[in-house]
């Protein structure tokens, strides 16, 4: 009997610590696998050894954080030649805009690229209960807030100071007779002071996808369709008074009033904030859904919001098929490295946009060797597979469990008021290390999340439902 209760309290621990770790990734996320199918156009070949009396051409496609990480590694490395393709060099993305902290010491960010800190969030069901979550970290932690006009800028200047070519340019189309290359990349550069652009080309060793969600460089080596959410975006000047409010603290709104499968927002910006929702299963209304939301914030935003902007986009709901093919390897969005149930993508767009370039480099030996397909994928792939896939792997369970009906999303925002829960989320999110591994602390979550599920059920009101047959059975 002792030996069974062993076996069983193991297995409970187990269990228990898995849910955690489930749980862990979540709450503080929503403020940001080497799959399949056989590539294409694949080859075989080896390393290239070089002797063409000039150094490495390497094209950047895409200038935000993804493209700019990668850009700065190849312009620091000898013998690369890096340009670096930015349609247009201003841009503002449409986006929360939060990154956690340990991004800010890893990419040697300063102090004024972080419009506000954030130390609270308040997390509010579909019943209108809020729970106000942050308690457990400490003085000097805080999730970070920009806006992605001021950040992939400081990125981009920082590699173009560093010796990137930059390039005003819309990448149009990519060719080539081989998977490893050349590549000639033909776009429309746009000079200063001229409204329309002029048609030019130019060859290059390696590609980097780094292009978004709407990738031509994607497009350009079969790299295999994936399913997105959209999502929508105000950015809304509210009175100083109402700001006050938002000083330091984020919003999570979570119902089927404001999304049938994610959530939404009131974020903190440097004078004002951003209000949006996003969805996959029902993209049609999603103007109705960004609706619902300004009226569950109303009060908060005051008499009188301004509504400074509006803002749409694409969000990837899975990596690629294929993420390298030949020398063509793609990072950030383009690769389809966005969390679900979180939508956190900067942080891993930057990331993989360093380790991408950071491999290459390594392959190349300073310059003299052109790498091939699987050595790119054995370090490049293998190496962000390994680090980030239980992440994505975790994030997508858990929009599955949490986002499904209003009485999940009652007992998501019902553990969150615990300490542990907290704690945990945090200090997974903030330093992208999963946290936990309690068996004590989580054989009680494992317990306390029954509780709630059951809990959220009986008091959640029934979900609507919606006919959109064709782009819910679109969900891969």
Wanted: include cysteine; proline fraction near 6%.
């Amino acid at each position: 009997c002792k030996a069974r209760r062993t076996e069983l309290a193991s297995k409970l621990a187990l269990h228990s610590t898995r849910t955690a770790t489930m749980l862990s990734t979540l709450a503080a996320s929503a403020l940001g696998l080497n799959i399949g199918a056989t590539p294409a156009p694949s080859s075989s070949r080896g390393a290239v050894s070089m002797d063409l009396g000039r150094p490495l051409r390497v094209a950047v496609v895409g200038g935000g954080p993804s493209g700019a990480c990668a850009a700065e590694i190849f312009a620091k490395a000898p013998n690369i030649d890096c340009t670096l393709f930015e349609r247009k060099m201003d841009n503002c993305k449409p986006c929360g805009g939060a990154i956690p902290l340990c991004m800010v010491d890893e990419f040697e960010l300063p102090p004024e690229i972080v419009d506000r800190r954030v130390r609270k969030m308040k997390m509010i069901s579909p019943s209108g209960r809020e729970v106000d979550v942050g308690r457990t970290l400490k003085e000097n932690e805080y999730i970070g807030m920009t806006r992605r006009e001021v950040l992939d800028a400081y990125l981009r200047d920082r590699a173009v100071e560093l010796g990137a070519k930059p390039v005003t340019g819309l990448v149009q189309k990519v060719e080539f007779e081989d998977a490893n290359g050349p590549y000639t990349i033909k776009y429309s550069e746009y000079k200063p002071g001229e409204k329309k652009g002029t048609p030019s080309e130019a060859e290059f060793d390696i590609i980097v996808g780094a292009d978004g969600a709407n990738s031509r460089t994607a497009k350009a080596i079969d790299a295999g369709e994936y399913n997105f959410a959209i999502a929508f975006q105000e950015r809304i000047k509210i009175p100083d008074e109402k700001m006050k409010y938002y000083e330091d603290l984020a919003e999570m709104y979570v119902g089927d009033d404001v999304s049938p499968d994610f959530y939404a927002w009131v974020f903190p910006k440097y004078d004002h904030v951003g209000v949006g929702t996003g969805t996959v299963v029902n993209r049609p209304a999603i103007s109705e859904y960004q609706a619902a939301i300004r009226e569950r914030c109303a009060d908060r935003l005051g008499p009188d919001p301004k509504v400074m902007k509006v803002e749409a986009h694409p969000i990837p709901e899975h990596m690629r098929p294929r993420r390298v093919v030949g020398r063509v390897a793609l990072v950030g969005d383009a690769a389809g490295y966005v969390t679900k149930c979180s939508g956190e993508g900067i942080y891993f767009a930057a990331k993989s946009g360093r380790m991408a370039a950071e491999e290459i480099v390594a392959l190349t030996a300073g310059g003299t060797r052109l790498p091939t397909e699987m050595e790119i994928k054995d370090t490049y792939l293998k190496k962000f597979d390994a680090a980030y896939g239980p992440t994505y792997l975790v994030l997508d369970i858990l929009q599955k469990v949490f986002y499904t009906n209003n009485g999940a999303r009652e007992a998501f925002v019902d553990m969150c008021a615990s300490d542990y829960v907290q704690k945990v989320t945090f200090d997974s999110y903030l330093y992208k290390k999963v946290q936990g591994n309690d068996p004590i602390n989580d054989i009680k979550l494992l317990f306390n999340t029954i509780g709630s599920v059951i809990k959220g059920n009986a008091i959640a009101k029934p979900d609507r439902t919606f006919s959109n047959p064709v782009e819910s059975l679109k969900r891969l």
